[in-house]
């Protein structure tokens, strides 16, 4: 899935610096801002009991199926009702996609051509109103139950995600037509990993859900700069939570959807350092705190480094890589990300304290370049 910030590429670093603390097994691993939810489902691959957590619905949706759900669902009743006499969820897919009576609802009417807006083609458009009206629909009649709601709705993101008119992010839509918004939105089974633990999927305030929870292994991967992910990933949040109830308020040249109430305290300047050492101190009985940041965030490096000092000291292992792809990334400039994770041994307080840190070079033509400080705080750890 097209996501700026998302740590598919840097899994295996991420695996290297958690096999270090010798936690592994059925041993919990939090994820308190799980986005795509790429890094919890890796862990879930390796036996872990994860838990899996964002304020946004759609990632709440990806949670429920690739980490709550531990098998492919059985979807009884729905087959029942759509005459399925096989045991083959394929059919029901089949079905989906070969829907010939479509409905206008609010994307054909607000985020295609017809609208006066390029996020969608009409026909597009008219398919993912029909099949989101339709899980609504069947999660109402009881047809389908939460997991199973919520694995449709995965597929549907899945689809809409490949048939965007976009350039990653959904903050605008493109002037002229990518070529992949031009095929036809077909909806696909979702892989599932099997799994043996109890995985569980959450839709809080991260500050909040930590103090009812004691990780094994926490992971921390909050946004880093001030742009909002509620807007700009608002299409898939309005098909995530749907319109049925009470119609979204939009506005503007891109009909962006109101998001105050989604609005992150981490994007902000002034709130987020705050945050973030509200957050550490309530984690400091997790046993590991993996922090993942980049070095272009609105929190300075130091004032990342004194927060976790108030609950350990700090460890530091490092990767380079190159970063999500931009419009000016070019081989003279290629952007490259430096990886850290810092951590400490075990205290007598009998916990141990990780940051991972994901830091994002300015390069520029030259070559790869870190903030002074950062550069000041290499010479002192090595």
């Known amino acids: 899935m097209r996501y700026y910030g998302a740590k598919t590429k840097l899994i295996p670093f991420i695996e290297q610096i958690v096999k270090t603390t010798g936690i592994n097994g059925t041993s919990s691993f939090v994820d308190l801002f799980a986005g795509t939810t790429s890094v919890g489902r890796h862990f879930k691959k390796l036996g872990y009991t994860v838990y899996s957590n964002d304020i946004l619905e759609f990632s709440y949706a990806l949670s429920k199926t690739y980490i709550e759900l531990n098998k492919q669902p059985e979807f009884k009743k729905l087959k029942k009702y759509l005459n399925i006499i096989k045991n083959d969820n394929q059919l029901i897919f089949d079905y989906l996609n ?55 709705i995965t597929s549907l993101l899945r689809a809409v995600n490949l048939i965007s008119n976009v350039s990653g992010t959904y903050g605008a839509y493109l002037k002229t037509w990518d070529k992949r918004a031009l095929n036809p939105l077909k909806l696909e ?36 700069n001030s742009r909002q992910y509620a807007s700009n990933y608002f299409i898939l949040e309005l098909i995530a939570e749907g319109w049925f109830e009470i119609p979204p308020k939009i506005y503007g040249k891109t009909g962006m959807r109101e998001y105050e109430h989604q609005k992150s305290k981490y994007s902000s300047k002034i709130n987020a350092l705050n945050a973030l050492e509200e957050l550490i101190l309530n984690a400091s009985k997790s046993k590991y705190i993996l922090l993942s940041y980049n070095n272009e965030g609105i929190i300075p490096h130091i004032s990342l480094i004194n927060a976790l000092e108030r609950v350990g000291e700090v460890e530091t292992f490092t990767e380079n890589h190159k970063r999500y792809k931009s419009v000016n990334q070019t081989i003279k400039d290629p952007q490259l990300t430096l990886e850290l994770d810092l951590g400490v041994p075990h205290t007598s307080r009998g916990f141990r304290t990780n940051l991972f840190i994901l830091y994002t070079s300015q390069s520029k033509q030259k070559g790869f370049s870190l903030q002074p400080q950062t550069l000041n705080y290499f010479k002192r750890v090595a």
Request: no cysteine.
């Open 98 to 152: 070969n829907l010939n009576d479509l409905t206008e609802g609010f994307i054909f009417e607000s985020y295609s051509p017809n609208g006066g807006r390029k996020y969608f083609t009409d026909k597009n458009a008219l398919k993912i109103d029909t099949l989101r009206l339709l899980f609504h629909q069947w999660r109402a009649s009881n047809y389908s139950n939460e997991l199973e709601y919520y694995y449709l």
């Open 189 to 224: 089974q979702v892989d599932i990993i099997s799994s043996t633990t109890k995985n569980k999927a959450f839709k809080k305030d991260a500050n909040e859900l930590i103090k009812e929870i004691r990780p094994d292994l926490l992971y921390l991967d909050p946004p880093y």
